[in-house]
């Protein structure tokens, strides 16, 4: 639990540096590529920690998941993959959606705490909702957001078929990179 428990302090320290005043003085003294260079390293060490941090952690179970959640969970994810992909694409999903990638990481995580119930699970998703939460707060206060211009309705389709395409190779995969099988 300690690795997880540090991969999770790692990776969201990381992340709440460009939402302060420390980001312009790390890329002063750093210059704009070795800053993201060293955030994707860092970032990228906290990934990791957390991925093993999980799969060595020992199941402590907190409630029973509902019989349910886990089919919901399974609807939900195509939502949250097209979103994550509306996110780095042009598309009208933004113009609606003001940010994607932290919707979708609300709805990821609040949809695998309903379908988990344990210890480790939750440490990991709440720290992710809350982070996504605390971020679209911070965004929204600095105001000054102008929605994107409209673009075709084939940016769209894109945007979900690709979603939709990461979606099935996720559900395929989940097993080899969660121990989580789904199939």
Known sequence: MVFLILGVAVFFSIHFIPSTP??????????ENRFKGLFSLVAALGLGLIIY????????????????????????????VILWVAAELPNNIKRFVRHPMLVAMIIWGMGHLIANGDLATTILFVSFVLFSVFNIISVNE???YEPPAPVGAGKDILTIMLGLVIYA????FHGAFTGMPLL
């Open 22 to 31: 420390i980001r312009a003085s790390i890329v002063t003294s750093l210059g």
């Open 53 to 80: 941090g999980l799969s060595e952690a020992e199941f402590s179970p907190l409630w029973a998941p509902p019989v349910w959640g886990r089919t919901l969970l399974i609807s939900i994810m195509p939502i949250v």
């Open 142 to 144: 600095r105001g000054n």
């Open 169 to 172: 190779l996720l559900y395929y």
